[in-house]
């Protein structure tokens, strides 16, 4: 099993930016497809997000697609998510998951392990 922590939310305005961190406990990060997800106040939680085990492949949802950037460091066992040109609309908790599979995939079923969430606000 693996532990996830993430950290960095906070409240931004629109247009700023903004970089979340998962830290991620054990032994087989590297092992791991990672992904962010979010969810809004009343909404379900939505796949943003995902990065391939060594890192060379990277998915987003069309609504991030060009303000959000993954990246991973299997070194130190963390997946970070670079937000940029922040929207009213990405207000949400985000979330740091794991899946086990082989292949990148983007529905939330398919991760076994998630972080706590950490609160994203932005304003106006």
């Known amino acids: 099993q693996v532990q996830l922590v993430e950290s960095g939310g906070g409240l931004v305005q629109a247009g700023g930016s903004l970089r979340l961190s998962c830290a991620a406990s054990g032994r087989t990060f590297s092992t791991y497809v990672m992904g962010w997800f979010r969810q809004a106040l009343g909404k379900e939680r939505e796949f943003v997000a995902a990065i391939s085990q060594k890192g060379d492949n990277t998915y987003y949802a069309d609504s991030v697609k060009g303000r959000f950037t993954i990246s991973r460091d299997n070194a130190k066992n963390t997946v970070s998510l670079q937000m940029t040109s922040l929207e009213y609309e990405d207000t949400a908790v985000y979330y740091c998951?794991?899946?086990?599979?082989?292949?990148?995939?983007?529905?939330?079923?398919?991760?076994?392990?998630w972080g706590q969430g950490t609160q994203v606000t932005v304003s106006s």
């Open positions: 998951a794991a899946d086990r599979g082989s292949w990148v995939r983007r529905s939330r079923h398919a991760y076994d392990y």
